[in-house]
């Protein structure tokens, strides 16, 4: 199995990044972790991210030719991006969306999802364990 992880917008920051909030683990720390988790599961993955909404689209598109699912954390772009929505609604890739942080503990503004009513699931709040468990999801299905 192929999977597509994207991670959207100033997730490259995870780290430093308000910590308190979204742990001390770095984007590459918790690739390696994904790595190893795919390693023992005969899973591979193409993890990419963008601050760039088109970059993260144009990734989703050509998932269509390789992956067979798609995992994505999509930032802040979760809920501002119809376009991201189209694009995941458009390639009809089982797609399951996650936050490191319980955006429902949150502002208000972060209370709505356009991207969730195209995805199979969210998990959110669990910090980087809510990829891996995106990923059995996926390997589930
Ligand atoms: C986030 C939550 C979003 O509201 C925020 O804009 C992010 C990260 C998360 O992983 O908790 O950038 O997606």
Redesign the pocket.
Known sequence: MQVLVLH????NLLGTREPE??GTLTLDQINVRLDAFAAERDLQLRMVQSNHEGVLIDAIHDARTWADGIVI????L??TSIALRDAIAGVELPTIE??????YA?EPF?HTSLISPVCRGVI?GLGWIGYRLALEALLDS
Do not use: A, E, I, K
Request: charge should be positive.
């Open positions: 959207g917008p100033n997730l909030v979204y954390n999509p930032g802040g979760t809920h996650v936050h490191l942080s319980n955006v949150r972060r959110g």
